[in-house]
């Protein structure tokens, strides 16, 4: 079993700034993609960034230029820094992980429980 728990949402006024994190715990043998995911009231789950193994990262358009995804292997943790926030990106972020578990030996996408995130205006 492998689990993600995220940390760092809450409230925050337009313009302002939140860092999120993401530490998986479990079965791990090794983690490739990370990712987070948004998903705003009545609407689906959409893509926010994703970070490969070796540092590659991908950014939804809605966000380039305001959040950055890092992640430390060694802690087999992701972050979202949250820059120059918008009322528009009040969401709950989920967290995402493409994990190879150790038992049994196969990859698995494990998502954590979510973390809201309220941007005031």
């Known amino acids: 079993q492998v689990q993600l728990v995220e940390s760092g949402g809450g409230l925050v006024q337009a313009g302002g700034s939140l860092r999120l994190g993401c530490a998986a715990s479990?079965?791990?043998?090794?983690?490739?993609?990370m990712g987070w995911y948004r998903q705003a009231p009545g609407k689906q789950r959409d893509l926010v960034a994703t970070?490969?193994?070796?540092?590659?990262?991908n950014y939804a358009d809605s966000v380039k230029g305001r959040f950055t995804i890092s992640r430390d292997n060694a802690k087999n943790t992701v972050y979202l820094q949250m820059n120059s926030l918008k009322p528009e990106d009040t969401a709950v972020y989920y967290c995402?992980?493409?994990?190879?578990?150790?038992?049994?030996?196969?990859?698995?996408?494990?998502w954590g429980q979510g973390t809201l995130v309220t941007v005031s205006s």
């Open positions: 479990g079965s791990i043998f090794v983690i490739n993609t």
């Open positions: 995402n992980a493409a994990t190879l578990q150790t038992f049994p030996f196969t990859w698995v996408e494990v």
């Open positions: 970070i490969t193994r070796d540092g590659i990262t």
